[in-house]
T-cell receptor
Framework: GAGVSQSPSNKVTEKGKDVELRCDPISGHTALYWYRQSLGQGLEFLIY????????KSGLPSDRFSAERTGGSVSTLTIQRTQQEDSAVYLC??????????????FGPGTRLTVL | AQSVTQLDSHVSVSEGTPVLLRCNYS??????LFWYVQHPNKGLQLLLKYTSAATLVKGINGFEAEFKKSETSFHLTKPSAHMSDAAEYFC???????????FGAGTRLFVKA
């Protein structure tokens, strides 16, 4: 079956512009995660959605970052007034259950964001 | 607080020799532990995971890892490296009943011919 897909694969924007990154999880997966991977760094957790529960936003680095998940499926990560330090690869993952800690996460290919 | 430490940022081995990638974790709860691999310009893929069953876990491509609670370690090994193993490897910890996963900083594995 289809895996996790993300779009666009690459995004170049100017400082101060807003960007939207999209994630299509595996059909039927309850949980969805967003991570940020900066050059040479590990993955930084951003936000987590599970079913209809309120998302855990504890990893969002600033109020310029927000995310939503419509209909329990597609998710959009929005970065407002982008800064150069926002340049990174943004990874999305989904998992079947999410809340058990033992779930395998299935990752998308990522969106590489470059802020000039 | 949970944390995970990958003890080596880079590991270089010759093809056909053993691989050891080291990972230590700290957790106040029963941990679940994972190893993911990221090949250049590709997404992350699960290699193996430990979820309180057998302490020796076998994964894909000949990799395995042993959970040692007394040492709070979950080192990844492979008896014989292949050129295709060259990639970035991430050790990950989460805990039963939670969801947040903590990624290590990664270990880049180089395999020399």
């Amino acid at each position: 079956g289809a895996g996790v897909s993300q779009s666009p694969s690459n995004k170049v924007t100017e400082k101060g512009k807003d960007v939207e990154l999209r994630c299509d999880p595996i059909s039927g997966h309850t949980a969805l995660y967003w991570y940020r991977q900066s050059l040479g760094q590990g993955l930084e957790f951003l936000i987590y959605f599970q079913g209809n529960s309120a998302p855990d936003k504890s990893g969002l680095p600033s109020d310029r970052f927000s995310a939503e998940r419509t209909g329990g499926s597609v998710s959009t990560l929005t970065i407002q007034r982008t800064q150069q330090e926002d340049s990174a690869v943004y990874l999305c993952a989904s998992s079947p259950w999410g809340g058990h800690g033992t779930d395998t996460q299935y990752f998308g290919p990522g969106t590489r964001l470059t802020v000039l | 607080a949970q944390s995970v430490t990958q003890l080596d940022s880079h590991v270089s081995v010759s093809e056909g020799t053993p691989v050891l990638l080291r990972c230590n974790y700290s957790s106040s709860y029963s941990p679940s532990l994972f190893w993911y691999v990221q090949h250049p310009n590709k997404g992350l893929q699960l290699l193996l995971k430990y979820t309180s069953a057998a302490t020796l876990v076998k994964g894909i491509n000949g990799f395995e890892a042993e959970f040692k609670k007394s040492e709070t370690s979950f080192h990844l090994t492979k008896p014989s490296a292949h050129m295709s193993d060259a990639a970035e490897y991430f050790c990950v910890v989460s805990y039963t009943g939670g969801f947040k996963t903590i990624f290590g900083a990664g270990t880049r594995l180089f395999v020399k011919a």
